[in-house]
């Protein structure tokens, strides 16, 4: 049985606004450890499920689509937004 893990996209580091943070991401969790290939070194793994990245719009649709294909799955909690509010005037001190 595959396990999953459940995601709310974060907000890119170029990203002033919070457009497209409100999706939800079902990501499979790798399989097996990746193996360096000794043709040309780089790392990988015959898991193609690690590929795989679907894209919902709430948690709830997410959380149905698991249950309902029989994927173990745990929600990973968004991150809390910390503003740091300071003056302009600040940035001279």
Do not use: C
């Not at 590929?51 to 294909?69: C, G, H, I, M, N």
């Not at 029989?70 to 929600?75: D, T």
């Amino acid at each position: 049985m595959p396990n999953a893990r459940i995601y709310q996209i974060p907000k890119n580091a170029m990203q002033s606004g919070r457009a497209k943070t409100h999706t939800w991401m079902l990501e499979f969790e790798p399989a097996e450890p990746k193996q360096a290939d000794p043709l040309t070194g780089w790392a990988g793994s015959g898991d193609t499920r690690e590929q795989v990245k679907l894209k919902f719009p709430s948690l709830d649709a997410a959380t149905d689509y698991a249950a309902r294909e029989g994927i173990a799955f745990h929600v990973v909690p968004a991150p809390e937004r910390k503003l740091k509010l300071q003056a302009y005037a600040d940035n001279f001190k």
